[in-house]
């Protein structure tokens, strides 16, 4: 690992299995059409994953979690060149924590410690990551 900002899932998120179609749209479109229609059966009622509990923010299938529910097939999905895999997968994290929880949320904090760089700097933000967000 180098010196530069590391991704790291942190326990007691969740912020990605928050799996609202009115709310996912570029992620919907990025998946084949067998993808699509597995993600949709996946969605519940209140608009996180079926397989998500939200009062543990624990999830239930977490070992055999679908592959677009990893990091690695998202960035893929995307096209992300594998040099920028760390930057779009924080940029991916910052944007949903932002989303669910806020900002300035513990789980945001706690994301941000995360991916501190070796000399103890907060990682930079992706130039892709919207900046007019608290």
Same mark, same amino acid.
């Given at each position: 690992?180098?010196?530069?900002?590391?991704?790291?899932?942190?326990?007691?998120?969740?912020?990605?299995?928050?799996?609202?179609?009115?709310?996912?749209?570029?992620?919907?479109?990025?998946?084949?059409?067998?993808?699509?229609?597995?993600?949709?059966?996946?969605?519940?009622?209140?608009?996180?994953?079926?397989?998500?509990?939200?009062?543990?923010?624990?999830?239930?299938?977490? *070992?055999?979690? &679908?592959?677009?529910?990893?990091?690695?097939?998202?960035?893929?999905?995307?096209?992300?060149? &594998?040099?920028?895999?760390?930057?779009? *997968?924080?940029?991916?994290?910052?944007?949903?924590?932002?989303?669910?929880?806020?900002?300035?949320?513990?789980?945001?904090?706690?994301?941000?410690?995360?991916?501190?760089? *070796?000399?103890?700097?907060?990682?930079?933000?992706?130039?892709?990551?919207?900046?007019?967000?608290?």
């Amino acid at each position: 690992m180098g010196a530069g900002p590391h991704w790291s899932c942190i326990s007691g998120c969740g912020a990605c299995c928050r799996l609202d179609p009115e709310q996912r749209g570029e992620a919907l479109e990025a998946l084949s059409e067998e993808q699509r229609r597995f993600y949709l059966s996946m969605v519940g009622a209140d608009g996180w994953c079926r397989h998500f509990n939200t009062g543990s923010r624990t999830c239930r299938i977490y *070992a055999d979690r &679908p592959e677009f529910c990893r990091v690695g097939a998202l960035a893929q999905l995307f096209a992300v060149p &594998p040099d920028q895999g760390e930057a779009f *997968a924080i940029a991916c994290c910052r944007q949903q924590i932002r989303e669910e929880y806020g900002g300035r949320s513990l789980v945001m904090r706690r994301f941000e410690r995360s991916t501190r760089q *070796a000399g103890g700097q907060p990682a930079r933000p992706a130039p892709s990551e919207h900046r007019n967000q608290p």
